[in-house]
């Protein structure tokens, strides 16, 4: 019997640990500046030979001056170049068993690439291509347009698509980027010479950004060196475009999208400060309270007790400017109102009543464990470092966020919830 054995009673449970206990740590990025000034934030860890490589431009459609130009033009870099067509080029991804995907966002816009860490090397020059040949053939951008259109005239039937759309517009303002969304007309209007202009200046020669997680070759930096730090990228100075909000002056909306329709997609929002603002980290254990989790106060009246609804969640948008604290859930069309109303019960109750040592402390495990999560493996690690650079944020701002939510007390939180959680700074939307 060995002495591991001999030591073990397997007759007493072990002791559970809360999640806050836990000392969290980040684990540091290595920063390399590549020859043409692009900043790389690396996190060399693993066991596997994988890596992901994603390079963000300041792209997003914040910059565009038409609607669509910046999604279309992200979503075609791939299709077609000076040398090769879109099938080659997916087709050169594809026989290493590697991905290459791309987004676009509010302000940003990116290339990201999964891989073999060897293969890295011959990947680089297919990317630089795109971002120096890419042509954007008419024939692509029709198929485009068409599937796009065919898209949103589905969408357009779907009462929470159409509710997403709409508050999006109330809190931001039509014409702002938060805001804005796309109609047929909108596509149709996109032409070749709009997206090769787009490309040129945001891409080409535009603000890049690059994040690599896995386990790196040992000749990481080299590699990039050679081929994206030859590019013409960070050689202007980013525009700054500063775009107002005109948020709706009208609070209340119903709308009916489908007359024949039994469910009703609600929204509740009203516009709230971005990462910067000092009760922030505060107001995220509010809101996983109210209604961030599966175990939050909407769920548990909401859903499991008037069963009004599969499912109810708050949240506070990701944006990098000015955001909105966000109430979304799908129910009944006979039971909306009544949603509703249970919504603003369960502020009422915050602003009143103390939250219990018990409920508090099942919020603060649950996000320490979320963000226990975040830090397993060097993806998640790459991607919470991403979060923090693209916001201005730092590694302080990571360990002040724990600490929040170690040391929030239920008094912090009633008062936040008097300050934010008032029925009349939401705006209020049914679509049926």
């Known amino acids: 019997m060995s002495v591991l054995t001999q030591q073990l009673n397997r007759t007493t449970a072990p002791l559970i640990k809360d999640a806050t206990e836990f000392d969290l740590k980040l684990k540091p990025y290595q920063k390399i500046v590549l020859d043409n ?103 692509e951008l029709d198929i485009y347009k068409q599937n796009a259109k065919q898209r949103l005239s589905v969408n357009l039937k779907k009462c929470d698509f159409v509710a997403g759309r709409l508050i999006d517009e109330y809190v931001f303002g039509k014409n702002h980027p938060y805001g804005v969304y796309s109609n047929a007309v909108d596509y149709d209007a996109v032409q070749q010479e709009m997206l090769l202009e787009y490309y040129h200046q945001y891409y080409t020669n535009g603000r890049c950004i690059i994040f690599a997680g896995g386990l790196l070759p040992d000749d990481f930096e080299q590699q990039l060196n050679k081929t994206i730090g030859q590019l013409p990228l960070n050689q202007k100075p980013t525009a700054n475009i500063v775009h107002p909000l005109t948020p709706s002056a009208e609070k209340k909306y119903r709308i009916i999208n489908d007359e024949k329709g039994v469910q009703g997609a609600i929204r509740l929002a009203q516009p709230f400060p971005n990462r910067h603002h000092p009760d922030f980290q505060k107001v995220q254990v509010l809101n996983t309270l109210f209604g961030g989790f599966f175990g939050s106060r909407l769920m548990s009246n909401i859903r499991e007790d ?17 955001t909105a604290w966000m109430v979304s859930t799908e129910a009944g069309r006979d039971v909306c109102e009544a949603t509703i109303k249970e919504v603003y019960n369960e502020m009422e109750e915050l602003c009143n009543e103390l939250v219990d040592e018990e409920e508090l402390q099942l919020v603060k495990n649950y996000l320490i464990g979320t963000i226990l999560g975040d830090l397993d493996g060097p993806f998640h690690i790459t991607g919470r470092w991403k979060n923090l650079i693209l916001n201005g944020l730092d590694e302080n701002y990571f360990y002040h966020s724990v600490n929040t939510i170690k040391t929030i007390s239920a008094e912090e939180l009633k008062e936040l919830a008097n300050k934010y959680l008032q029925p009349e700074k939401f705006y209020e939307l049914v679509v049926v």
């Open 37 to 139: 000034g692009v900043e790389v934030y690396a996190i060399n860890a693993g066991t596997q030979e994988v890596m992901s490589l994603e390079l963000v431009f300041y792209a997003g459609n914040w910059y565009e001056q038409q609607n669509n130009i910046a999604a279309a033009t992200n979503a075609l870099i791939k299709n077609g170049t000076k040398i090769k067509t879109a099938f080659e080029i997916n087709e050169h991804f594809d026989y290493y068993g590697s991905h290459l995907s791309r987004g676009c966002y509010n302000e940003t816009a990116n290339i990201v690439l999964h891989c073999i860490n060897r293969r890295l090397a011959t990947h680089l020059p297919v990317i630089a291509e795109l971002l120096t040949d890419a042509v954007y053939p008419q024939q």
């Open 306 to 322: 008037k069963g009004y609804t599969y499912g109810i969640h708050s949240y506070v948008m990701n944006h990098i400017s000015t």
